[in-house]
């Protein structure tokens, strides 16, 4: 049985954020699931080059049913935080211990459900701040790994080494 990753994802997503790694994960034989407010919508990249149709609506998953979760860039994880379904379902990833895959803005949604303390990560320069404040230690580099469950990389530009390094997690 195929592992199935969890992608909490709405408008204003960084388009290549969720497409580089889906596409990375699908290949690799992974089912990507989209999860947002309402399942059948097709939501829209913030460059407007990628559409995404979502999978399923936030109130009829649950985070055992998945095995990583990847958390986009772009506005999206920023206006998903201020739901309380996504912060829940974000903390139940993090208390599960499971892989965590989060680029740019994306760990935005893991400072709301309290699950940066004590964590390596890096993520863009915006938001570092916000990162420390919530006790992460921060790195400036393409990727960081925390105890192989918490792959976090900073723009598009570091793609490469975010997919690479997730496939490997995903792998072990």
């Known amino acids: 049985m195929s592992k199935k990753i969890a ?9 290549s ?60 994880p920023d206006s998903l935080r201020g739901d309380d379904r996504f912060v829940a379902f974000t903390k139940a990833f993090v208390a599960s211990g499971k892989p965590i895959f989060a680029i740019c803005h994306g760990p935005q949604l893991l400072i709301s459900a309290s699950g940066v303390r004590g964590r390596k990560m890096t993520s863009v320069k915006a938001i570092a701040v916000d990162l420390k404040n919530a006790g992460a230690d921060f790195y400036d580099k393409e990727v960081v790994v925390d105890n192989d469950k918490l792959v976090t990389s900073r723009t598009p530009e ?3 080494a975010f997919n690479r390094e997730s496939l490997r997690i995903l792998s072990l």
Do not use: N, R, W
């Not at 992608?7 to 388009?15: C, K, N, S, Y």
């Not at 407007?48 to 009829?60: C, E, L, Q």
């Open 7 to 15: 992608v909490l994802i709405t408008d204003e997503f960084e388009d």
């Open 17 to 76: 954020e969720f497409t580089s790694p889906a596409e990375a994960y699908a290949k690799a034989g992974y089912e990507v699931v989209t999860i947002e407010k309402e399942a059948g919508k097709t939501i829209t990249g913030k460059q407007g080059k990628a559409t995404v149709k979502i999978d399923k609506d936030i109130d009829h998953v649950d985070a055992a049913e998945f095995d990583a979760l990847l958390l986009p860039g772009g506005h999206s």
């Open 158 to 160: 570091d793609l490469p």
